[in-house]
């Protein structure tokens, strides 16, 4: 690393040479002299930029439009007046929301003030400031005790750092604006004890590799760079210095505190990123964090361009963009992976961020520019400046999601995930890790979307984030009790019990390998990973194509899943379909009361809905989704018991979403083999009533070999075409000769998969 | 009536009149006769509309599109060769998919010929029929013997009826191509006997005033036109001569088959359409039965313009196109009232032959424009030439629905339908009639939408129209066990009985009647209507109100229902709520198991998912719905049981959606006075994750008299103003002159109501 910082200067000094900076300043400003002129604003915005951005005004529709909608809300909250209550409320409550809103309008006002040069902004950003200034300074901890980490304007020092985040832009913005006894007044009752506050005064939130401390390092190291205090900087950059906490200690989520020391901004890139920009924590999580990631390195890049903070890590915050957008459906909501809210999206404002950054310091994407469109909005920088020049110049493409894999760790081998996509169908394969402390025991499970309409979901979180009336807007208990647990994804369940036992500690210590990935036939597209020790001596390999065949109109989804263990166990495997029941090839008895299927483990929330068995090869069941069809056709055991569940028992505060899986249910069976297969099928308008292709086009599938090297199904279509797909268990690579004998005839090709 | 047919005419001298006809049309084609271009086609294209339209092709976008459009869509069809299959199956199935879609291929392909002037349509038409002829002459009824009225090419006449509808205009359109020869040989084996059997051979079907009835008067009737046959034109105009029917007979839904003897097109125009236009079973029906009356009525208009039709009974035909489009929520979804599918819209092809027909035949109203370029499609004939050419001169204007009273029976005087429009909220009040066999036992129920989402919903029907795999695509059996039962509906039941006992023949003889409307005050939408009988010695009368006041965010429901009975009952009530629950101010428990809430009339297919009381003066309930908050605020009584319940139980084929209710229970009870509130506040969005006014605005609702006279609510809100609604419960007249002593405070005023 070239970057050394002078850790050894202290406080005192500091002060010194920022008085003298601000002196300097104050001079530079009545003189309008070229260096200070240049010095502020340089997080977002630069000196060059604004001019830039002044001489193209009106010229930019993109641009011209964000910033009038822009003005337009600023203004009316100047109107309005000045509102900074003493803290008092949780998550969606009064004073919270108030703050909140308050960052965010701190934020534009100050980039109002350098684009339009109206002084107005600047006067409204220094009066409220000045009023933060005045509470703050005796300010005590929020009087709400809930947080592990309890901040002074909100309950969570998170949002503390939310706050900091954008107001120093704001600072930043109105820098040359203020006389040097205003910023010394700001900067000692307010911005030093706030950074202070949420750093050294609250290390277990900030000396941590997890999304709060990115936060919090942003915060701190955003506003040392606009105060130009090296010791902030370095405290964000490499965490608070000769620090030591607790490895054990965990926080309300459940996740280590700080179990290997690691802390600071540049941990934080280091450890949660995967090479392929892969977030430990999946989507959700990453679109939170990736706004401090991008506004501190862009004014990382603005004031040290030495550090080259666009390319640390081989790039990997620029990569991670790339991965974040692929891990949308065709609507651009991201996959809800671990604890991620669905309907979160590409239209979410952090994203407009890392879309016009990643646009700006990467590479001039042209597909970036049609999302950029899509979202119709640009950041009122440099980088939105780009963006609405491209925009306006026609360079935008389209932005062409392909078939994905993103490997998960910080050194890309702890897993990943898989994204296979074929026409309007896409297939969410997760075998990631832990993925922190909003990870989800969910190993070796999937998701299926067509055109961005969930076929068979993944739960998500259980929260309805700022909405107070649920549990303050926070995490609700059923989040543990289900939205987390195994069953309540697409995977099996062995013995009732969570993969991992349901423990952070040794899932955190485990993670599944890919086997392969494989997308260069865009016809068949596949992927298989493995794991061990999700349960004791058990290891899971599933294999997932999705297949576009002639005798097909859409393509369709293979699903191979291994179990092998040394003892007899009950496996559950449930397919948490969405839509309405069309119908079944098989028999089955609805319960005259339900009653839940467990007592533990997420099955205390399951009701069962329906107990039935196939007496057919194949287990055959259909249902409508958005008027679209769907049959899942599965290789049945005639002693399988097949289970219609529902969600909500023992709801006591309606938390969770009735919605329904179809569940196989295999006892006191060692090893086995789960094969399915799922169609999306023709169509169903309300409107004309017509019912086009409703029914499957399999007449069976069979497993026609099953060894340690190899696992092959047939799949027969009704017209009586067979296909023969062949996976390889073991030697799986790109290379790799196989020659097969199955039923007589032989087999050969090289790769992965064989499919014919 | 002036129209008199020479019904005595037989069918040899019919034939001999059609011979000599077709043997100078043919005389007339060589020539080039003016006299036989003009008579043909005369049902939904004249000689001189085909003119125009191929005058104006090219410079008409919206028809040219639509054209082009349909020109694919048969070329490619033609390509693909003709199937003319033995009819096998039921609905959904292939036989029967394809003879729908022949019908709907023929028509089309009659009308390129026309306008295109291109032989190979006319010859595609052609052939088909001969292939249909030869299958014909032959044909026994359809194998499928579910129907009460079986048909030959569909498992129903309807199907059959339908088909001739359409081919008729395939038949009309290329009849001058055909030589007399031809046509002898389609008239004599095809139409002929086609038209007998869904008449003659099939008067269940045919003589009785039903939308089935429609389509076989139409059917037989638009033949008739094409094929000059005078006989057939009576039979379609007034029903099978001389035929008496079984008053007592039922049909498959349960209405009678023909209870008082009337039959006919005009019967079928009295009978059903009150005269502001409602269709007694609904709109959904009434879109379904719209079309022939539409078509029909264009080819009688073009071939017997004396018969006036678009002016019978003072223009309803066309009142009732502004009817049913009034029936739509803000997306232009139909309401779901009776048997109504949820999802059909304007969008419809039935309503592009409405609005268009409507358009040219009417006053030509600018609205009709703006929804014919929604529907983005014209129909091919000389009405879709007029609203091709209104768009293309920019006449189109908004078609504003505004809160509009629709009333139901022949004369208007069988109760209505009653639609609050107040801003972007929508109130369906039903206080109409049975419905005929379609009708649901739910008077005085209502429905809510913001915004076109159903907020408190109507169920709708039991069926997946078309779908084969459910039930045939037909009624399931859940259709009269639940969504026709009361306690289905947002109404009160008592004593767990439906109204009328669930008797249709009771249902038919009683109907609700107004009480009064009020739209005259935009911010202030009132409604009342009353109902005796629908159980013994109880009358209901609930008032409903949407108010659009300055100390709430959005227009607010105020729902009164009062019940007088001479005996003490059980009153069940609920709200069938869509979205998810936030909150409430009263405690509930939930059940560790789930139990059906009864054994009969809907009531064992809910489960109870928790049971509360209250202990405030008001119980509140809060849910969320599609990114937007409400709130029920309900005066309560401590003894009342507040119940969760959800549709689904005994449910054995998963035929119902699993939606939920709150229900209010109050036992042992006589006369009593149920009064809520109910609020659209706020928003959510789940990719900013703000939650905007997600809080009841009400502090408290309060009854402050309740007489014989007047019932009066005093409402207050969170920053303590209060305001009054009174509501007279007697006379009620606009100029009806009222003063009233409240807490020793008078209150005058004029009308129905007061607020203020």
């Not at 023709?682 to 069979?702: D, H």
Request: charge should be neutral; include cysteine; aromatic fraction near 12%.
């Amino acid at each position: 690393m070239k970057l050394k910082s002078s850790k050894s200067k202290n406080i005192i000094f500091l002060l010194l040479i920022m008085f003298s900076f601000s002196c300097t300043k104050t001079t530079e400003k009545t003189n309008n002299d070229v260096k200070g002129e240049d010095s502020h604003p340089s997080l977002i915005l630069t000196a060059k930029g604004v001019k830039d951005i002044r001489a193209q005004l009106g010229n930019i529709p993109i641009f011209d439009n964000s910033l009038q909608v822009v003005k337009e809300e600023i203004d009316a909250e100047i109107a309005s007046g000045i509102e900074v209550p003493i803290p008092k409320d949780y998550s969606g409550g009064y004073t919270h929301v108030r703050h909140k809103r308050n960052w965010v309008v701190l934020q534009k006002a100050g980039v109002l003030y350098q684009i339009l040069n109206d002084e107005k902004y600047a006067k409204y950003v220094k009066d409220m400031l000045m009023q933060y200034e005045a509470m703050y300074r005796t300010l005590p901890l929020h009087p709400k005790t809930r947080s592990y980490a309890r901040g002074k304007l909100f309950w969570q020092c998170l949002n503390d750092a939310n706050w900091l985040v954008y107001v120093s832009q704001a600072y930043d913005c109105i820098y040359n604006y203020l006389s040097e006894e205003e910023r010394n007044k700001l900067e000692t009752n307010l911005f030093k004890p706030f950074a202070d506050h949420i750093s050294v005064d609250s290390p277990q939130f900030y000396q941590r590799v997890h999304n709060h401390s990115t936060w919090g390092n942003a915060a701190v190291g955003m506003i040392g760079l606009v105060m130009n205090d090296e010791e902030l900087i370095d405290r964000a950059l490499y965490g608070i210095k000769d620090l030591k906490l607790d490895t054990e200690e965990k926080d309300d989520d459940g996740g280590f505190l700080n179990k290997d020391g690691k802390a600071g901004f540049l941990a934080n890139i280091e450890e949660p990123f995967s090479p392929d920009g892969y977030y430990n924590e999946g989507p959700y999580y990453q679109r939170y964090a990736m706004y401090p990631f991008l506004v501190f390195a862009e004014g990382l890049h603005n004031v040290k361009p030495d550090l080259k903070i666009f390319e640390y890590k081989e790039g990997v915050l620029l990569k991670s963009i790339n991965a974040l957008l692929n891990l949308s459906d065709a609507d651009g909501d991201f996959f809800p992976l671990n604890d991620g809210q669905k309907g979160m999206s590409y239209y979410n404002d952090a994203l407009v961020t890392a879309v016009d950054i990643s646009y700006h310091f990467g590479t001039q994407d042209a597909g970036l520019l049609t999302i950029a469109s899509e979202q119709n909005k640009v950041l009122l920088d440099d980088s939105g400046l780009a963006v609405a020049l491209g925009i306006k110049n026609g360079k935008a493409k389209p932005f062409d999601k392909k078939s994905i894999n993103l490997s998960d760790g910080p050194e890309g081998k702890q897993g990943g995930v898989a994204i296979l996509r074929n026409k309007d169908i896409e297939l969410v394969f997760k075998y990631a890790s832990q993925g922190s402390s909003h990870g989800h025991y969910d190993k070796l499970s999937y998701s299926l979307y067509e055109k961005g309409d969930e076929v068979i979901q993944d739960y998500g979180l259980a929260r309805f984030v700022n909405i107070e009336q649920k549990g303050g807007g926070n995490y609700l208990k059923e989040n543990k009790t289900w939205a987390k647990q195994t069953i309540a994804h697409n995977t099996v369940t062995q013995n009732e019990t969570s993969h991992y036992n349901g423990e952070y500690e040794i899932g955190s210590q485990n993670h599944p390998d890919l086997h392969y990935f494989s997308s260069d036939n865009k016809s068949v597209q596949v992927s298989s990973a493995k794991v061990a020790n999700t349960y004791p001596n058990t290891d899971m390999q599933r294999t997932l194509a999705v297949i576009k065949d002639e005798d097909f109109e859409k393509p369709f989804v293979l699903d191979i899943m291994q179990v092998i263990s040394n003892k007899a166990n009950q496996y559950d495997f449930p397919y948490y379909f969405l839509g309405q029941v069309l119908n079944t090839n098989f028999e089955y008895t609805i319960p005259k009361t339900l009653k839940p299927l467990g007592s533990k483990n997420g099955y205390q929330h399951l009701f069962v809905e329906g107990n039935g068995k196939s007496k057919e090869s194949n287990a055959k069941f259909s249902w409508l989704n958005k008027g679209k069809f769907y049959t899942l056709s599965t290789i049945s055991d005639t002693k399988d018991e097949i289970l219609f569940t529902r969600i909500g028992a023992n709801d006591s505060e309606f938390n969770l979403r009735r919605e329904a899986a179809i569940m196989f249910r295999r006892k006191n069976t060692k090893n086995t083999l789960f094969v399915s297969a799922i169609e999306a099928h023709g169509s169903y308008s309300p409107v004309s009533e017509s019912a086009i292709n409703s029914k499957s086009n399999i007449k069976e599938l069979k497993v026609v070999i099953d060894t340690a090297d190899y696992t092959a199904l047939a799949i027969t279509t009704l017209n009586g075409s067979s296909k023969i797909f062949i996976t390889a268990n073991t030697n799986a690579s790109n290379e790799a000769k196989h020659t097969l004998k199955i039923n007589n005839k032989n087999y050969t090709w090289v790769g992965s998969y064989y499919y014919k």
